[in-house]
């Protein structure tokens, strides 16, 4: 089977760092996604980790261990504009779904003054 | 470009009714998806397409039809309305390939009452 885990809500105060993280069971593997998703709108895509290491992009970072199942995403410099869900998301060729992803359930990040 | 627009942005259905939910990229995108999300819960594919005339069943395709006849469209269908089938519906696409990403449409919010 398949199955995601990350954190249901955390917070964390403007202008800190805060690290989302993320553990996956899945029978195979091709990638892991991170998403961003405001209330009442569509996700939109943060970062991707196919391959073991950290990938930065400007104040976001995404970590992925395989070995482990495995990832985190950083947000440094919190803005308030950053209060979201975060959804982790892995793909999984042989769960069938062409390119379909399977999701966590998200990870409401609250930012607080 | 659009990217991926969604209609209706509302509906509400008495248990019994059907209706069409629409789906338009203009990417160019072969893969095409839907997805629903419930409230808490993570995002479950519904139906996948891998081009047009292709479609195949995703996790949850239970009460829902589809159907791909251009790359650039991607209907679903419900027959027969249940109170289950509340729940957001995203359609989205992407070009396959390893780390191409999937591109969200804005949903639609179905009632069904």
């Known amino acids: 089977g398949q199955n995601i885990d990350q954190p249901t809500e955390m917070t964390a105060t403007e202008g800190a760092i805060v690290q989302i993280n993320c553990t996956y069971q899945t029978s195979g593997f091709n990638g892991l996604f991170w998403y961003q998703q405001h209330a009442g709108e569509a996700p939109t895509f943060l970062s991707y980790?196919?391959?073991?290491g950290l990938e930065e992009k400007g104040r976001f970072s995404s970590f992925l261990s395989r070995s482990k199942g495995y990832s985190y995403l950083l947000l440094k410099e919190l803005q308030m504009k950053d209060s979201a869900s975060y959804l982790c998301a892995v793909r999984d060729p042989s769960g069938g779904g062409a390119d379909g992803l399977t999701f966590g359930k998200g990870t409401h990040l609250i930012i607080q003054p | 470009n659009a990217g991926v627009t969604q209609t209706p942005k509302f509906r509400i259905l008495k248990i019994g009714q059907s209706m069409t939910l629409q789906c338009t990229q203009d990417m160019n995108h072969n893969y095409m998806y839907w997805y629903r999300q419930d409230p808490g819960m993570g995002l479950k594919l519904i139906y996948y397409?891998?081009?047009?005339?292709?479609?195949d069943k995703g996790e949850v395709p239970n009460g829902y039809n589809v159907s791909r006849s251009t790359t650039e469209d991607f209907p679903l269908r419900l027959e027969l309305a249940a109170p289950s089938q509340t729940s957001v519906y995203f359609c989205a696409s992407s070009y396959p390939g390893s780390a191409d990403t999937q591109y969200f449409g804005p949903g639609t919010r179905l009632t069904v009452l």
């Open positions: 980790n196919v391959l073991d």
């Open positions: 397409s891998v081009g047009a005339g292709i479609t």
